[in-house]
């Protein structure tokens, strides 16, 4: 067996070969230790690894790298996302090594959304390097021990790289090209945008398979529970590279009001299910964006639970 | 005593409408205010931002373009230029604090005698109600373009 | 070329609310063509000023003028007989022209008429748009002659991000997503494959980020 690149939990369950399940937490809008922990505890042994946000959609909140390394503390794994739109190259490494020496061992590489989104609007755009170069970086600092630069670093941090996928932004057809290169980049997992068009997406990694893909990186499919109906046309609508099929709303409209997010939950274990065997697929990113507490539910009615132990 | 305000107007005229509907208007006979001093154009696209903020600061009251209906430019579209210029300095007049009521435009073909007097009567009454210039300058000073016809 | 637009009446009048008698300098250059600066500004702007300071009662002489253009000493020479006739000059040319007019005339005060915007082109009778970031190292011969550096929001190499939407960026409607033209422009010339190499990250130095920025031609350049 190779030797791990990170030694991180999330690696070792897929590695060992494992079907794989990731959660989200988005760091409170204050220095809220006891919010963040409350919420990130929900997920304790319930997933594998614990996405935490970066400033997401570019609205100030306690910093990505303090959160993950709180989460160490506590004894959850962290997926550490790093966005583009805040910090140029030297930040970054700098970040990275800091990361690295307090205990994280994930890492997800994002573009990150345009400051206008959020509540910093008048802020200068760094954008000094894109994920793709992000992801390479990442990958150079760990296995061949080097700075950007070139020059060595001492004890080089050992991350496993991770990546965000959009099986439907536009252009379409250069989607699975784009996912190509994030694992030509360097990319060891993806993480996809949440997924309601079973039918695209099946297409997507179909390509994905001829390709030879998924063979060089773990996949884990995006998913995300409807609330109501209102989510649903929200996301449907509102929401670019996002495909919320027709018949998704109306099976959600054809219950009871009071029954919606259940209905919503079954959708999303049906998911899960035909995940688990659709080839290419290495587990399952599940973001129930405010919904943390619901998890521990979903993971144990998807037959999830126990999460596997691996040394 | 004080003499009641009588307001100075330029009017910018088309050769081939908005002054022929003037000249028609006399020959009809109709009566409209002498406040109103009329200047002829070839066109009224040949008036420009700086001839309507000009007539301002020489001390009009109140200034109006009249021009062909709209698609019946002579000229083709220098109505709507004419048009778009007015509402630029519609919109400059509000900036710095002065009624954009002041200025307006008009379309009219050259057989609407009495809506050219319409028009120069209704125009006259608006700037009555709203004053005079609030330039320093006295209104009454302002120099006419061109005699009436 | 370069691109500008005016700046609202009210900063300039505050600009010069303690003058009785300025001058207004157009410039036949840049801003000539985008119709913010040029001769019929000018004068539009001296009207305006004049019509505001009389409405309040304090009155302004504003003289008007325009060089053929306020990057070139020479030209900025042609005013010296009368600059320092004024309280204050209003430029309207972009912000290399107020620049170059105070090392000129240091005992003058000049103002700026217009923000300095972006290098751009007319897309439209009346519509400018930017083009060019000036970034000093020019890659779009790798992307078929569509900027990523200058047109992306995020200035991504290895777009697009997938925050677009109808080929429009995230950030507003009206702004299309450049990665979108480029890989459909890719996909209509059968070269994507073009766009499968990472592209490595900038080199930053060359633009405004490394400094200052000067341009010389050695043969052109008196020496002694």
């Known amino acids: 067996m190779d030797d791990l690149k990170s030694g991180s939990n999330l690696e070792k369950v897929l590695k060992a070969g494992h079907f794989a399940l990731t959660g989200e937490c988005g760091p409170p809008k204050g220095a809220n230790v006891e919010h963040l922990r409350e919420k990130f505890l929900h997920l304790k042994g319930v997933v594998d690894a614990v996405n935490v946000t970066d400033n997401q959609t ?50 997800l590489c994002l573009s990150g959304d345009h400051q206008k989104f959020g509540n910093h609007p008048q802020a200068k755009n760094v954008y000094d390097i894109d994920s793709m170069q992000l992801i390479s970086l990442a990958k150079t600092m760990r296995d061949e021990g080097k700075f950007f630069n070139g020059e060595p670093i001492d004890v080089p941090p050992k991350l496993f790289i991770g990546a965000a996928s959009n099986p439907f932004a536009e252009p379409y057809e250069f989607r699975v090209y784009r996912l190509a290169k994030k694992i030509a980049a360097g990319a060891d997992f993806i993480q996809t945008q949440c997924i309601y068009n079973m039918e695209r997406f099946r297409e997507f990694i179909r390509q994905a398979n001829d390709m030879g893909l998924t063979e060089k990186c773990y996949i884990l499919a995006g998913v995300t529970p409807m609330k109501s109906v209102g989510m649903a046309n929200y996301m449907a609508k509102q929401v670019p590279g996002m495909d919320v099929p027709e018949s998704l709303i109306k099976r959600l409209k054809g219950v009871e009001k009071t029954k919606v997010a259940e209905e919503g939950i079954r959708f999303c274990l049906e998911q899960i299910e035909e995940f688990k065997t659709m080839k290419g697929v290495a587990g399952v990113h599940l973001m129930a964006i405010e919904w ?10 998807a037959g999830l639970l126990p999460r596997p132990v691996v040394n | 005593m004080t003499e009641p305000f009588e307001p100075t107007l330029i009017a910018f005229c088309c050769k081939y409408c908005a002054y022929a509907a003037a000249d028609l208007a006399g020959s009809m006979r109709l009566n409209y205010p002498s406040n109103v001093k009329i200047t002829q154009v070839p066109c009224t696209g040949r008036v420009d931002i700086i001839h309507l903020l000009k007539a301002f600061e020489d001390g009009a009251d109140g200034v109006y373009v009249a021009g062909c209906m709209e698609g019946d430019c002579h000229f083709v579209s220098g109505n709507l230029k004419a048009k778009k210029r007015v509402a630029y300095v519609q919109k400059t007049l509000e900036e710095i604090g002065i009624e954009p009521d002041r200025i307006d435009m008009f379309n009219l073909s050259s057989a609407m005698g009495p809506r050219f007097a319409e028009i120069a009567i209704q125009m006259t009454e608006r700037i009555r109600k709203l004053g005079p210039t609030p330039l320093a300058s006295s209104s009454q000073t302002c120099p006419t373009q061109e005699g009436m016809p | 070329m370069i691109v500008a637009d005016r700046k609202s009446i009210h900063e300039i009048l505050d600009m010069v609310k303690d003058c009785s008698n300025i001058l207004v300098v157009g410039c036949k250059g840049c801003v000539t063509v985008c119709n913010v600066g040029g001769l019929k500004e000018v004068q539009i702007l001296a009207a305006t000023l004049k019509i505001a300071r009389k409405k309040e ?21 042609m005013i010296q007989d009368r600059v320092n006739d004024y309280d204050a000059v209003i430029s309207m040319a972009c912000g290399v022209g107020p620049q170059f007019l105070s090392e000129a005339y240091p005992d003058q005060r000049f103002y700026p008429a217009v923000n300095t915007t972006f290098f751009g082109g007319a897309v439209a009778h009346g519509i400018w748009e930017e083009r060019c970031a000036g970034c000093g190292t020019c890659i779009i011969h790798h992307f078929d002659g569509l900027c990523p550096i200058a047109r992306c929001s995020k200035s991504l190499m290895n777009g697009p991000c997938g925050g677009s939407d109808h080929g429009k960026c995230e950030i507003a409607k009206n702004v299309d997503c450049i990665w979108d033209k480029i890989v459909r422009k890719k996909m209509e010339l059968g070269r994507l494959n073009d766009l499968l190499q990472v592209f490595p990250a900038k080199n930053w130095q060359t633009a405004r980020d490394g400094g200052l920025r000067r341009s010389r031609r050695e043969e052109l350049i008196q020496h002694g």
Do not use: K
Not at chain 1, 90 to 97: C, E, F, P, T, V
Not at chain 1, 292 to 301: C, D, G, M
């Open chain 1, 58 to 107: 570019a609205v100030v909140r306690l910093s990505s790298w303090a959160a993950s390394a709180i989460m160490v503390q506590e004894g959850v794994e962290p997926n550490f996302q790093m966005v583009c739109r805040d910090r140029n190259r030297l930040a970054m490494q700098s970040d990275i090594l800091g990361v690295y020496a307090m205990g994280v061992r994930n890492m």
């Open chain 1, 292 to 301: 943390e507490h619901r998890v521990p539910e979903i993971a144990e009615r």
């Open chain 3, 57 to 77: 009662g304090r009155p302004l002489h504003v003289d008007e003028t325009l060089l053929e253009r306020q990057c070139d000493p020479e030209y900025i020479a």
